[in-house]
């Protein structure tokens, strides 16, 4: 395998094992946070925690695809051309 496709299939994971933890955590969270008034739980466990996904989703992607970090610094390999030409006398064959 390309080193492309290990690092897309390595994105597709974490971003599946990040989106399954935030599933369970915004169903199942509440019940796990002691000390909060029921408001404060539902917050942690809706709002707060889909910012967060959202933060790790986004440095899933900045981890795993190199194309989109050249893109965001703009470090596009440069390319180096070489034009050779051969020149011959009149004449010569």
Not at 79 to 93: D, E, P
């Amino acid at each position: 395998m390309k080193r492309r496709e290990m690092n897309f299939a390595r994105q597709v994971l974490a971003q599946g094992a990040v989106s399954l933890v935030h599933s369970y955590w915004y169903n199942q969270g509440r019940d796990l946070i002691p000390g909060f008034s029921e408001e404060w739980r539902i917050f942690l466990t809706t709002s707060f925690s889909s910012n967060l996904l959202h933060l790790f989703d986004a440095t899933v992607v900045f981890t795993c695809n190199f194309e989109f970090k050249d893109w965001l610094w703009k470090t596009q390999k440069v390319q180096t051309t070489f034009l050779v030409s051969t020149i011959r006398g009149i004449g010569s064959h």
